[in-house]
């Protein structure tokens, strides 16, 4: 299998100001890539970018909303302004929200779904055309919880399924054309979206959340995601956890969910 070349390339990243969105930009940008950066702060994203360019990277900063389809067409056109081209995208901007469906509002899951699901396939759908010009590529960070259940995270689960069914979907439609499509599904790391969580009435968690003890760094992940691309894969479990989550999720669904509800149904003392 031929390597994808990197050097010189235009990647297009989300979520991209901190954790690991910063970390894929980083690693890009250390392989020649030249970066387009889009994330809702501004100000961090300011900060990223001259980084970037202190370290000898061409990068741009879009501030955007990817829930907005008309704001991700407007970061398309103006990394094609900037840089004459875009070759690769990565959908990594999410959040998350850890509360029992009991106790959580709608707009919560909403809210997910809509920075999850349809912030990834917004800004998939703008940049399609260009992409597929250019016989690029197209990573999207799902999760575990893309795969396989995950006690207090409904709407975020059914987030990161939906982008299985329709990046798995996309890539029947392009993968003739010579476009990579590559889901990510890693387990914990250390990032900024658990803290960022809500609650189920939308307000930030307050209570710690629990994992496995074993987390990835950001760096750790965004290399694992670099040479996954690079070698074409279609699925990458960037992680021990993720791996054993996978075949256990498949061989063994009753004993994954009882182990998996042990280890995260602490949260929530409302649990049955």
Same mark, same amino acid.
């Given at each position: ?16 100001? $901190?954790?690991?969105?910063? /970390? #894929? ?5 250390? @392989? &020649? +890539?030249?970066?387009? =950066? *889009?994330?809702? %702060? $501004?100000?961090?994203?300011? /900060? #990223? ?5 202190? @370290? &000898? +990277?061409?990068?741009? =900063? *879009?501030?955007? %909303?990817?829930?907005?389809?008309? /704001? ?8 094609? +302004?900037?840089?004459?081209? *875009? ?186």
């Amino acid at each position: 299998m031929t390597r994808r070349e990197i050097k010189g390339r235009v990647v297009l990243i989300t979520g991209a100001a $901190g954790g690991l969105g910063a /970390a #894929l930009c980083h690693r890009y940008a250390t @392989a &020649g +890539a030249r970066i387009a =950066a *889009l994330d809702l %702060d $501004g100000a961090r994203l300011d /900060a #990223l970018v001259a980084t970037l360019r202190a @370290a &000898g +990277a061409e990068a741009l =900063a *879009l501030p955007g %909303d990817i829930t907005d389809p008309a /704001a991700c067409k407007s970061a398309v056109t103006a990394t094609l +302004a900037h840089f004459g081209t *875009l070759d690769g995208l990565i959908a990594n901007a999410g959040i998350s929200h850890r509360s029992l469906l009991a106790d959580t509002d709608p707009e919560v899951i909403r809210r997910v779904m809509d920075v999850n699901f349809f912030g990834a396939a917004n800004l998939t759908q703008a940049a399609l055309a260009q992409i597929v010009e250019r016989r690029g590529f197209i990573v999207a960070i799902s999760s575990v919880a893309g795969f396989s259940p995950l006690t207090g995270r409904t709407g975020y689960a059914a987030s990161k399924h939906a982008l299985h069914g329709f990046f798995d979907s996309l890539r029947s439609e392009v993968e003739g054309a010579g476009v990579g499509v590559t889901l990510v599904c890693p387990s914990f790391i250390r990032t900024g979206i658990g803290a960022a969580a809500t609650d189920g009435s939308g307000a930030p968690v307050t209570s710690p959340r629990i994992t496995t003890g074993v987390e990835s760094s950001p760096g750790e992940i965004a290399e694992r995601i670099f040479e996954a691309v690079a070698q074409g894969r279609t699925l990458l479990l960037p992680d021990a956890t993720a791996r054993k989550a996978w075949w256990l999720s498949r061989l063994a669904p009753g004993l994954y969910a009882r182990i998996m509800r042990r280890r995260v149904g602490g949260e929530f003392s409302g649990l049955l």
